[in-house]
Each structure stands twice: as C-alpha cells, then as structure tokens.
T-cell receptor, first 113, second 116 residues
C-alpha cells in the first residue's frame, strides 16, 4: 500500500535561513503528492501539490518537485520567516480511486528571529 | 465563502461512553472525509462519504462509524470509548465523484476528543 516517510523534527531555524524538509513515498501507480501545513490551533491547509512526475508545486515561497526516480517530494524555501513556524505534513493520495490521503508523521518547524 | 465547520470544538467523555462529532462541508462539496490525529500516531484516514454512501474505510474497529445526511453534512460516532481514542478528529470536504475527478480536500479546525 501507499506510505509516506518524512524527516523527524523539530527543525529549528533562524529567520531568513534555507529550509528543506525531506519526504519520500511508496505507492502503486502514480499518486498525487501534497504538502499540508498546520498552524498552531488550526486545521490543515494545502500548501502545494504535484500530480505527475517532474511537476513542481509552489506557493508562498515554498517549492517541491515530484521526483519519480527517487520517489521524493522534498519541501524547500529559500528564506523562512517567523510566521512559517508550523507543522508540515507530506501526503500522497492513494491510487485505486479511494481518494484518501496518506500522511507522513509531520515535521514541526520553529523559526526564531 | 464559509469553510468546513466542525462541532463541538472540544469534547470530554469517559471510557465506555459514546461520542458524536459533526461536520458541515463547504457549500457545493458532496464528499466528506474523517481523519484521526492522535499523539504519536500522526494523521490516519478514518472514513470517506460521498452522496450519502460510505466509499472507503480506514483500518479502524467497527465502533467507529458515521453517516452523511442529505445536505452532505456528516456525523462521526465513536462507541465504547477507549482512552486511546483521545485525539484531534479532522473533517475534510471536496468535490465528489459526480464531478468526475478527485478534488482538493479542505480541512476543518477539528474536534479535540478527550477520553478520561
């Protein structure tokens, strides 16, 4: 079945530092891949997505590229802000028409001024 | 446009009791999903409803059940509560199967269930 593995946190960075959060997946077929963000006390928000190999999703300065050869979808941002502090979840959408999302364990990011 | 809403925000129950959680999807969405976010276990898929039918179920015991009403809102029922059911329960909605494609899931703020 599908699964997602992402790097454990917490990740602690200074403002304007470069961010990478690693995510790898296993899947049958060609899943869609997602990054969701959960700010303190809130639900999940879709940050970006990619639906096929070599697609790059981007939003709010965050980027991730769907790498089929390495089964990866690493999240990057060139210059983080304090407001980016949150928990980030990598997910894939199960194949077979069931539309359920399979999430990684989440990575907590803390950005300090 | 109103987002996905869930009620109650917090729910405290004791072992053996039943809990009922409610979700209202975004207007126009016919699919509703339930996920459990338990400490140390991450986010796990529970149930998917579309057009009033249960379409898929995660690896949870039968005491986790739900339904979807004609207005597409949904209830999640957890019977015979156990301590390990304590978690944040997230509901999401999306366009449904009738649209011919699987759409983005929009999440609500969740219901925090505490079992004592």
């Amino acid at each position: 079945g599908n699964s997602v593995t992402q790097m454990e946190g917490p990740v602690t960075l200074s403002e304007e530092a470069f961010l990478t959060i690693n995510c790898t997946y296993t899947a049958t077929g060609y899943p869609s891949l997602f990054w969701y963000v959960q700010y303190p006390g809130e639900g999940l928000q879709l940050l970006l997505k990619a639906t096929k190999a070599d697609d790059k999703g981007s939003n709010k300065g965050f980027e991730a590229t769907y790498r089929k050869e390495t089964t990866s979808f690493h999240l990057e941002k060139g210059s983080v802000q304090v407001s980016d502090s949150a928990v980030y979840f990598c997910a894939n959408r199960a194949s077979g028409g069931y539309n359920k999302l399979i999430f990684g364990a989440g990575t907590r990011l803390a950005v300090h001024p | 446009e109103a987002g996905v809403t869930q009620s109650p925000t917090h729910l405290i129950k004791t072992r053996g009791q039943q809990a009922t959680l409610r979700c209202s999807p975004i207007s126009g969405h016919t699919s509703v999903y339930w996920y459990q976010q338990a400490l140390g276990l991450g986010l796990q898929f529970l149930l998917w409803y579309d057009e009033g039918e249960e379409r898929n179920r995660g690896n949870f015991p039968p005491r986790f059940s739900g339904r979807q009403f004609p207005n597409y809102s949904s209830e999640l029922n957890v019977n015979a509560l156990e301590l390990e059911d304590s978690a944040l329960y997230l509901c999401a909605s999306s366009g449904g199967l009738a649209g011919g494609q699987f759409n983005e899931q929009f999440f609500g703020p969740g219901t925090r269930l505490t079992v004592l």
